[in-house]
């Protein structure tokens, strides 16, 4: 079956732009992540959902970071204003179930690059 | 200090070679997972394991629990497993199933 999938894949911003990253994570997962990737870093945690709950947003940088999941399958994260510092790849990962210590499968990631 | 350490941060091997790639970590976890990550960014999740050993073709994943300390084995390496591969915990107690990752190995194997 289709895995995890994110558009676009890659995305050039010019400074003050809004940017809109879509997820697509496999048909029926409870549980979905995004995960931010500076070059030659980790991931590091943004935010996770429950279905159409957004539990845990304590990783998002700034009030310019924006995630949503109405309707419990798509996710679009959205970054405001982008800075410079906001380059990087984007991760979306979903499991099948909530809670800790399920298998997480990422997709492929949104390079974003703000100029 | 990280809360997740992997080491080494690059490894170079010739085909054929047995690997061995560590992680240490500070934190009560749940669950521990060993990612594959190629150039372009897509990640492969490789192994999630809570105890002992885990094994899957050429790959090993050990963990021991007490010292907080898991290794990734590759036997009989190949020039293919080049790529990044990175170590990452899910908190005991923490939030839903979100992970801390390290920062990666970056493996190449020559041929």
């Known amino acids: 079956g289709a895995g995890v999938s994110q558009s676009p894949r890659y995305k050039v911003a010019k400074r003050g732009q809004d940017v809109a990253l879509r997820c697509d994570p496999i048909s029926g997962h409870v549980s979905l992540f995004w995960y931010q990737q500076a070059l030659g870093q980790g991931p590091e945690f943004l935010t996770y959902f429950q279905n159409e709950a957004q539990l845990d947003k304590s990783g998002l940088p700034s009030d310019r970071f924006f995630a949503e999941r109405p309707e419990g399958s798509v996710s679009t994260l959205k970054i405001q204003r982008t800075q410079q510092e906001d380059s990087a790849v984007y991760l979306c990962?979903?499991?099948?179930?909530?809670?800790?210590?399920?298998?997480?499968?990422f997709g492929p990631g949104t390079r974003l690059l703000v100029l | 200090k990280n809360e997740v350490e992997q080491s080494p941060q690059n490894l170079t091997a010739q085909e054929g070679e047995f690997i061995t790639i560590n992680c240490s970590y500070s934190v009560g976890i749940s669950a521990l997972h060993w990612l594959q990550q190629h150039p372009g960014g897509g990640i492969v999740s490789l192994f999630m394991?809570?105890?002992g050993k885990k094994k899957h073709g050429r790959l090993i994943a050990t963990i021991n629990i007490q010292e907080k300390h898991s290794s990734l084995h590759i036997t009989a390496s190949h020039p293919r497993d080049s790529a990044v591969y990175i170590c990452?915990?899910?908190?005991?107690?923490?939030?839903?199933?979100?992970?801390?990752f390290g920062k990666g190995t970056k493996l190449s194997v020559k041929p």
């Open positions: 990962a979903s499991s099948e179930l909530a809670g800790r210590g399920e298998t997480q499968y």
């Open positions: 990452a915990v899910a908190v005991y107690g923490g939030s839903q199933g979100n992970l801390i």
């Open positions: 394991l809570s105890s």
